[in-house]
DNA sequence: TTTAAAAAGGATAAAAAGGTCTTTTAATCT
DNA sequence: AGATTAAAAGACCTTTTTATCCTTTTTAAA
């Protein structure tokens, strides 16, 4: 379903995110721990979302990677964006050139019911959203 | 969503039962132009989906690609799963090694239900129920 | 101001996916 | 039987994805 890099880029922002709303920092080192994921590939997932102002970094001693109040509220649509393209939401199920009514291919109508769901689910979840949750339900981020 | 190989032996699968059904065998360089695929990997495809007799492979002069009648009934699920394994039906929507729900991704519970409509949506989907709409509605497989 | 912690960036490597080419095998026609 | 046609099989190549390593830059604290 997602790639690699967006699976990791997931599980990571939800963990930074759990975490600045304790008011913590986190290190790359805690971070690929938590999440089980390899440390160096992380860090270039990480160095995106900070590109792509998802994230923010600190460098230097008792810095480390955060979200910022205001960007609790990015979608998780946001990241698979940034991570996977959008070709998750707009793509043919078949891999036809694009996805056209008017030029469906065999799947189209049933196919676009389901990845605009998918959609909606990663619009409608937030990393406030998530993080929201995790207090209530028991959720986790690795194996 | 899938892969290309995947992508393109749906693709091909379906072209391949729609012309069984008009009686027809058809080669691969009449299916590589049809779906619009490079030759020579959709015949390592079709090799695959020969070796999982989901469809007929004919040798020689006259021969060609088949569903046989019996066959006309294999569901889009099968050929996804030779094709790229089950993991798009049972994996975890943030890479978990296992998806289950007593100990849940912040996205098992929506996730699941997601993932369990499109393997539905593949199980109720057969290359005949798909052969018998192409004659209705007038849905493509390329460009 | 030196030190050390931490991210950024670049180079590289391994693995997987995507794709091509050549030889072998099987079927049909003459 | 021999020539011809078409798929099967396996060797090979290319690109992308996944991953590591190492150096540089930044910066807080002693
Ligand atoms: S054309 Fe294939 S999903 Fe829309
Ligand atoms: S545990 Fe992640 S989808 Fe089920």
Known sequence: M???SC???L???IFIAQQSKLKNKVSLSTISEEINSPQAFTAKILQQLTRNNIIKSIKGPYGGFMVEEE???TQLSEIVNVL???SIFTGCGLGL??????APCPLHFEFVEIRERLKKMLENTTLISITDELNIE???LKP
Chains 1, 2 share one sequence.
């Open 138 to 140: 028991s959720t986790i």
């Open 97 to 102: 050139k694009q996805c056209d009514a008017s």
């Open 71 to 73: 960007k609790m509220s």
């Open 84 to 86: 996977d393209g959008d």
């Open 7 to 9: 699976e990791y880029g």
């Open 11 to 13: 599980r990571a922002a």
């Open 2 to 4: 997602f790639s690699k």
